[in-house]
């Protein structure tokens, strides 16, 4: 058996380098490929590296360890085992029901040996037994079905938190003038790094704004995630079209532009 | 009993009446019974132990006349020269006394008119006959008011300390809420474990600093305990709290976050309620640089402006929302969920002196100021 090799995100030093040696202690031949601190970086460096193991703290900057492995589950190229993810989660940043619903796996902060022992010799098992690694990718689209909030359902509110003001005009600075936009004339929400591009018929104008910043205060059944980066108005959807690898394609009314459809959220367009 | 109709007749009149007049109505009926008992003992007094003449019904009917005469022409008297207001004691009775006589004739009169009496011809009185009457009447009209206005008395009384007492209750209910809600806030779970996390790391791989994280912690835990306890601190213990959780935070994130104190000598002492500044730094961390990827740094800033306490809290995070408005008290923003509360416990601590406000710092970043009226 070659060794293995495994990728820590975690953005605090001290944990980082904790988790560090104790897997050092517990699993002297796994090989350490890449210890990054934010979210960003533990994109880059796993579709760099491609370890088998990933371990993603939830909560970091540039993008949650959830997140990240919604990213990954886009980009991952076809012909490469996916990778196993440990979730790796302080007392009450995650819904611990959600991690056990969905079956994935997770180690609590502060992580005790004996915890992480069991962690161990599960992912050495899965690793030994190769007829799984085939469907990981499929494994972990699942999960994050369960995981990330309001994707399993469009339209309910997972969160138990007292919904938000719902957004009806939306005002984008375009050189010197404020643009407003009626929500309902959005054809989608594209994101880039601090802005989001905010599409109509006419124009796009940008916002400086996070898609998680916005989400919540758009309505969940009408404005669905897409994409890692996109967010469509159902309404303004002409078809979606599927080709022969499964991939799924948004054509909209009135409008030249094409979407496309993550994995992640390839469900969302089953027929009824 | 059916109390129906008497219950129908009670909304029905709370609903055309205003409350004043419908109170003053309540007080009226209240008094009845007593009114009554009162005239009914004159009747019998007058028949009996007075020896005047005439019937007992006679004298019972015109004790009711005359009584009901007294009690309705203090009243008049006493809306006349008091208003709603509360009438000095010895001007009082010396009106009840004065408005007597003039009852007792008013009630005779009244009495022989509806009845169809021979009006008592009043030339033909003597002195030594009515001089009785005239003394009957002063006495216990004296009596009967001083009754009726302890009855009012006590009752209002009784309102007033029911009263009290619910906004007692009241007050005590918000203020436990208070309490559990600051305890809750302070020592977030979350903060708390992610420290020892850390600790529990730092014991296997840096003795010395471990030592260190656990002398902050320390601080932290017992300044946040006494501070939550007490209603009042000071600036300087409110630093001191904020040195040890910046200090944790900084170890925990490493080179991520910087941070500066700086609390003028002749403030230390300033009065200051807790939970008024820990929750705009915890904001600064938990919005501004915990969630930026390449950290930076955070200043706390005491400084005295004429009579105002002006703080400072200075992040280059993340900054201010992009539909930030510091005018809505409520807003979908994740960064201000905590400034309506800070708000509200500003205005009913200082009153509308107090202000917090939030503005974007440059070239990135958020400042929160936070003004307070310095109680000399």
């Not at chain 2, 740094?297 to 280059?316: C, R, Y």
Request: hydrophobic share 45%; with cysteine.
């Amino acid at each position: 058996m070659t060794a293995k090799r495994a990728l820590i995100a975690e953005d605090e030093p001290i944990l980082s380098l904790t988790l560090q040696k104790m897997l050092e202690k517990l699993w002297p031949e796994l090989q350490l490929c890449a210890v990054v601190e934010n979210g960003v970086h533990a994109v880059q460096e796993a579709l760099d590296k491609q370890p088998d193991i990933l371990f993603l703290d939830i909560k970091m900057p540039g993008k949650t360890g959830l997140e990240v492995a919604q990213e990954l589950a886009e980009e991952w190229p076809d012909d490469k085992a996916f990778p196993l993810i440990v979730y790796v989660t302080a007392y009450d940043e995650y819904a611990i029901e959600a991690f056990e619903h969905s079956a994935s796996d997770y180690v609590l902060k502060p992580v005790t040996e004996e915890r992480l022992t069991k962690t161990v010799q599960r992912l050495q098992a899965r690793l030994a037994d190769g007829v799984q690694r085939p469907n990981e990718l499929d494994r972990v689209l699942e999960q994050l079905r369960h995981l990330v909030p309001g994707q399993a359902l469009p339209g309910g509110n997972s969160s138990n938190q007292p919904a938000p003001e719902r957004l009806r005009i939306i005002r984008a600075a375009v050189g010197n003038q404020i643009r407003m936009i009626n929500v309902d004339d959005v054809l989608y929400f594209e994101a880039t790094d601090k802005y989001i591009n905010v599409v109509t018929r006419e124009h796009s104008s940008l916002i400086r704004s996070s898609l998680r910043e916005l989400l919540p205060q758009l309505d969940s059944s009408i404005f669905w995630q897409i994409h890692r980066s996109t967010v469509v108005n159902t309404l303004h959807i002409q078809v979606a079209n599927k080709d022969d690898t499964g991939k799924i394609t948004l054509k909209l009314k009135g409008s030249e532009d094409k979407l496309q459809v993550s994995r992640v959220y390839a469900h969302l367009f089953r027929q009824m | 009993m059916n109390n129906k109709p008497l219950l129908q007749l009670q909304t029905y009149l709370q609903s055309r009446l205003k409350p004043e007049h419908y109170q003053s109505l309540v007080g009226v009926i209240g008094d009845m019974p007593r009114l009554l008992a009162i005239n009914l003992a004159c009747g019998f007094a007058v028949t009996f132990v007075l020896r005047g003449g005439g019937t007992l019904f006679q004298n019972v009917l015109f004790s009711m006349f005359i009584g009901f005469s007294a009690y309705s022409l203090i009243k008049l008297f006493k809306r006349l020269f008091w208003g709603a207001g509360t009438p000095n004691t010895i001007a009082f009775y010396l009106m009840c006394v004065m408005v007597a006589p003039l009852a007792l004739i008013v009630g005779m009169f009244i009495a022989a008119l509806a009845f169809n009496y021979p009006l008592p011809d009043i030339s033909k009185f003597k002195w030594s006959y009515m001089g009785s009457f005239v003394t009957l009447t002063c006495i216990v009209s004296l009596i009967a008011a001083w009754s009726f206005w302890s009855r009012a008395k006590i009752s209002e009384l009784q309102a007033s300390a029911e009263t009290e007492k619910a906004k007692n209750a009241a007050i005590e209910k918000q203020a436990m809420q208070a309490q559990l809600q600051m305890l809750q806030a302070q020592i977030e779970p979350h903060m708390l474990f992610n420290t020892l996390a850390n600790l529990q790391g730092l014991i296997a791989i840096d003795p010395p600093r471990a030592q260190h994280m656990l002398a902050q912690l320390i601080v932290y835990l017992r300044n946040t305990l006494s501070s939550s306890r007490a209603e009042q601190t000071t600036l300087k213990q409110e630093f001191t709290l904020m040195q040890a959780y910046l200090e944790l935070l900084a170890i925990r994130m490493g080179k991520r976050l910087q941070y500066t104190l700086d609390l003028p000598d002749d403030l230390q002492q300033t009065p200051i309620a807790p939970m008024l500044l820990q929750p705009l730094v915890e904001n600064a961390i938990k919005h501004g640089l915990e969630p930026k990827m390449e950290g930076g740094s955070i200043h706390v800033v005491a400084e005295k402006q004429g009579s105002q306490l002006h703080l400072k809290v200075i992040d280059t995070g993340l900054g201010l929302p992009f539909n930030y408005d510091d005018s809505k008290n409520v807003s979908s923003a994740a960064n201000n969920i905590g400034n309506a509360n800070i708000r509200e416990r500003l205005l009913a601590l200082y009153g509308p002196q107090a202000s917090l406000s939030l503005q974007a710092n440059q070239p990135e970043g958020a400042i929160a100021h936070l003004n307070i009226p310095i109680k000399e």
